[in-house]
């Protein structure tokens, strides 16, 4: 009885979507034999639960469904965890780099939105992020792109954790320079 129970909450578990996804870019390949030509499929796909997680894989297959799975399995098995300012954007400006590509990524005030192209607003959504400004430089492939922000992304550090680096308070990191600056004047005051 216990062992039913067991698959039936797995089951639920599983069936349950965690996890949105997001196609980014279908590629069909061919191969030329003796009776003709048989064709293949590779697929992108961004995977991410909107609250500061996400991952990417891609599969190929014969057919376009499989691939699509295939590339889903594996954004799941390769999440990283973002962590975001309000929940709504990156605590810090950041570049990523993959190969020939380069993006560039910024925090944004809110009601900006997401201003970023193809792969890389797919990832934004995918993540969580409201706000953001992104421009991506060099190579516009997809894998590129999506590599190159997942690596600014990886960059991405909370106060939290820097104060924790650090051996400091959250306080004594978000404090403003100009703030210990104007202290001991105004104690002489």
């Known amino acids: 009885m216990a062992r039913e129970d067991n698959r039936r909450d797995r089951r639920d578990r599983e069936e349950t979507p965690e996890f949105a996804d997001r196609l980014v870019a279908i590629n069909r390949v061919s191969k030329t034999v003796k009776g003709g030509k048989r064709f293949g499929f590779a697929a992108l796909v961004v995977v991410g639960d909107q609250k500061g997680r996400v991952g990417f894989g891609k599969g ?27 929940g709504r954007t990156l605590h810090h400006d950041m570049e990523g780099r993959h190969g020939a590509g380069r993006v560039v990524m910024r925090t944004a005030p809110t009601g900006t939105g997401i201003i970023a192209g193809g792969p890389m607003r797919a990832v934004f959504e995918m993540l969580g992020i409201q706000d953001v400004v992104a421009k991506s430089i060099g190579s516009q492939n997809p894998y590129n792109m999506i590599r190159a922000t997942l690596d600014g992304l990886s960059k991405e550090s909370s106060p939290r954790q820097v104060a924790q680096r650090r051996g400091k308070k959250v306080a004594d990191i978000l404090r403003k320079p100009d703030a210990e600056a104007d202290a001991p004047a105004r104690a002489e005051a």
């Open 60 to 86: 190929k297959a014969k057919e376009v469904p499989e691939a699509i799975r295939k590339a889903t399995e594996q954004a799941k098995r390769n999440l990283i965890r973002v962590p975001l300012r309000e």
